[in-house]
């Protein structure tokens, strides 16, 4: 039996539209599989930069379900589940187990503001008590620049001091070092799993106990991403770390999910997989092509 | 046939649930017809504190389906469409015509933070192209403390522009008067129906030429608010104004959910009414009875 958890690099992996905004999932399985050949350990599909909150939740369902019926193995899925009802999270989260994934990353309800630690740890605790499987793994979700709504590191301990075999760990998308830092000194040591949001944080995660990264940017740079997670050990390590900073950077110039989905789309040759839902706007052709002449001046590529 | 458009005093009605967080639709429709016979002149159902975002797609138009079957005229109904995908808000808009609501209340999709005005002028086409129904009356949701993700100016002008039969009114709920009163300007004397989006600017509005008030109090307060908005050129008008703040200002001590079902709960001698969904809690015993105390101090009550 294989051991559970994850670690290395997860890819929240785009969603592909059609002209009309309907969903491609014939796209999605080409792109999922062509992760996890390419260095992906794991596909957190449903995430910010797959416009999960720009889904229904029937529309998720049935796009996990292709992916399993495709042959992608449930076990390397984490998928996004967090709603602002948590019925809708309960649903999902049931389904996902359901249909045997590694895990689910849970946002927290993130409509309301300010609310309180309590507040949440019953969303939480709700939405696990209604699952009622012991199958669960559940990653929190912390991302305050998007959601506005944090998890705490206390938050995280009461979860974890109720649910130790369910909760499992987080992904930090703060952006703030000092932040992923003190969820790795407080809870790493005891297996919580610990991913860095981005890959910039990928070589200093690993050093302080974390298990690598969830990064939008390994949708389109699988390969050296995995290549550092592989090799954090090794004397060039900072390079390969200073490498990807670089690549990510010139990605990060423009909104991120549209830049993603043009590099594919240009890189694919295929116009329509630039399609985003509103409120996201598709990248304008002058910026397609800057973006572009950077990625490929810096001697990147995607083969198919 | 009675004119279009909404006007007056408009509650966001409160969702009761079950001790065990399901939806108790009798509740809902005592609580609706009762507002209706105290002094509101519409429902604007599935707002920010009825806890729509803490429902389910299903569960609002289940509520909404209810209402109207137990009589209420659909025509005073204004249910809030507004989710992050647009997909959800077409179906729950579309439905929402259907059955002959007098307007839908629209969210921004306030997932993505930053978005650009191109991006959410997309989003509301999209939903009104999709719902492809001239009986459609839409009016644009303003709540930048809670959405994140504002209307602005530029944005009404632009859909008003494309959609000047459908696209109906606002309601500001940023707390700012001067960005009302730039609506107001603005907007008003084309016929533009706006609302603030507390009592507390009931007469200011009423005087810049908007056409009353949607608020969170009128769930517990609308016959003095009503009072306001049937006397707002009244010589007492700012008698009655103040009066209404003072009342209002008791209640926003607390967290406005969980207040207004405590004094609902507390008045009708129904506990059960004090549940609300996570993230949310419950006021404590001692605010129950400190805001009691000083709502009966203030000779407050409610009737039933």
């Not at 559970?4 to 599989?33: M, N, Q, W, Y």
């Not at 999270?89 to 590694?102: D, E, F, N, P, Y």
């Not at 981005?198 to 390969?223: D, Q, Y």
């Amino acid at each position: 039996m294989a051991p559970r958890g994850f670690s290395g690099v997860l890819a929240p992996a785009i969603t592909p539209f059609h002209k009309d905004l309907s969903i491609a999932p014939e796209r999605f399985v080409h792109h999922c599989r062509w992760l996890l050949a390419n260095g992906c350990t794991g596909l957190a599909v449903f995430g910010t930069n797959s416009e999960a909150n720009s889904l229904t939740v029937e529309e998720r369902m049935l796009l996990l379900e292709t992916l399993v019926e495709a042959g992608i193995p449930a076990a390397v899925l984490m998928p996004g589940t967090g709603c602002c009802s948590l019925m809708d999270s309960a649903r999902l989260t049931a389904h996902a187990v359901r249909i045997g994934c590694g895990g689910v990353l849970m946002l927290p309800p993130f409509y309301y503001k300010g609310v309180s630690v309590e507040g949440l740890y019953r969303n939480f605790a709700e939405v696990i008590e209604r699952v009622g499987d012991e199958r669960l793994r559940l990653y929190l979700y912390h991302i305050p620049p998007v959601a506005q709504v944090p998890i705490s590191l206390e938050l995280i301990e009461r979860l974890l001091q109720r649910y130790p075999g369910t909760v499992a760990g987080v992904k930090d998308s703060s952006g703030d070092w000092n932040n992923t830092k003190a969820m790795l000194e407080r809870f790493a040591a005891g297996g919580f799993e610990i991913f860095a949001g981005s890959e910039v944080f990928l070589l200093a995660n690993m050093r302080h106990g974390g298990v690598g990264c969830i990064s939008a940017t390994a949708n389109v740079n699988p390969g050296r991403i995995r290549h550092l997670f592989d090799h954090w050990r090794d004397a060039d390590a900072d390079g390969l770390q200073e490498e990807l900073a670089a690549t990510r950077a010139v990605v990060q110039k423009y909104p991120m999910i549209a830049a993603l989905k043009a590099i594919v789309s240009h890189y694919g040759g295929d116009a329509e997989w630039a399609t985003v839902r509103p409120p996201l706007v598709e990248l304008t052709a002058d910026q397609r092509r800057c973006l572009a002449e950077a990625l490929s001046g810096r001697g990147f590529e995607m083969v198919f």
